[in-house]
């Protein structure tokens, strides 16, 4: 099995917007994009990293949260265009969990966006074991050695604030599956947008951080190895989470779209391949030989090079 991951995509798109829907917290959403991520989130190594993957000829892959910017109607939907037109896989094989960028509003919550474009992406073979809310999380998709579980850490909070939650419902259905005997014959691959590793400094965890991580800690004591992945970072990451029973290899993913000086936070991708009875083989990962600032750097961003997943 090769499992391509793709996170923080931040596709901006304003088109048809009607002013009003603005003045919220997207307002200042919007400012910090236009004054701090405007030049560096670039739809063309989105593009071009949705194309690399292609040509890697994975079995799935999965995207760890932060599709849109501002959790608007028409981000959503040339997202949704844009997978498709990229990646070239099927829903089959296809797993998107959201980012808290996709609630970045109570509306986009209480409306549940997110679930409503991207439904085709989230069915569970084990739909008894979601939560009864109607948002179908976790869900759980038996895909030959592995059972990948799709959680949401995604909640809508006052602005300047981008902490996450699993919450005590989903941490309970979380233990029921990993208790079920189809899910106990695989390996498992959470897949979450908040990491379970705790930020650098209390302030910095209260305010990014998943803030109930001791509670998924507890629901995943019983695993014995499987991966957790996930985005929110910005950055290539590995961590060995242990757990009573053994541990997991938590993965993180750099923002899809990010041109940056860094090559550990530059746009691209990570690849990990796993053998027929679900164990990890090697974890990689792929990024833009440029930072691609401007048009004329592009076409160089098509290039994607192999770099190493480095600990944090």
Not at 117 to 131: I, K, N, Q, R
Not at 188 to 213: A, F, K, S, T, Y
Request: hydrophobic share 45%; aromatic share 6%.
């Amino acid at each position: 099995m090769r499992i391509a991951h793709l996170s923080d995509l931040h596709l901006l798109c304003l088109d048809g917007a009607v002013p009003w829907r603005l003045f919220n917290k997207r307002l200042t959403g919007y400012a910090n994009l236009r004054l701090r991520r405007g030049a560096i989130h670039r739809p063309d190594l989105l593009r071009a990293a949705a194309a690399a993957v292609r040509r890697h000829a994975v079995d799935h892959v999965v995207v760890t949260g932060d599709l849109t910017n501002l959790a608007l109607e028409v981000e959503f939907q040339r997202v949704h265009e844009l997978l498709a037109e990229e990646l070239g896989v099927a829903c089959d094989a296809l797993s998107v969990v959201p980012g808290n960028h996709d609630v970045y509003t109570r509306g986009a919550y209480v409306g549940r966006r997110f679930e409503r474009y991207f439904a085709p992406c989230m069915t569970s073979d084990l739909p008894a074991l979601a939560v009864a809310d109607g948002r179908g999380f976790p869900f759980v998709r038996l895909r030959g050695p592995l059972a990948l579980i799709g959680l949401s850490s995604a909640l809508p909070r006052v602005p300047f604030v981008a902490a996450g939650a699993i919450g005590e419902a989903q941490a309970r259905a979380l233990e029921a599956v990993l208790r079920h005997p189809e899910v106990r014959s695989r390996t498992p691959v959470l897949l979450q947008h908040h990491p379970w590793h705790g930020r650098d400094g209390v302030l910095r965890q209260l305010l990014e951080g998943l803030r109930d991580r001791r509670r998924e800690a507890r629901a995943l004591a019983e695993v014995a190895s499987g991966l957790l992945l996930h985005g929110h970072l910005h950055r290539r990451v590995h961590r060995y989470l242990a757990t009573p029973a053994g541990g997991l290899d938590a993965y993180g993913a750099t923002s899809a779209s990010l041109a940056h000086a860094d090559a550990a936070r530059r746009s691209g991708f990570n690849l990990y391949v796993l053998d027929a009875a679900g164990a990890l083989v090697e974890a990689r990962s792929f990024v833009a030989a440029t930072a691609a600032r401007d048009a004329a750097s592009a076409d160089a961003a098509r290039a994607f090079e192999e770099t190493a997943l480095p600990s944090a």
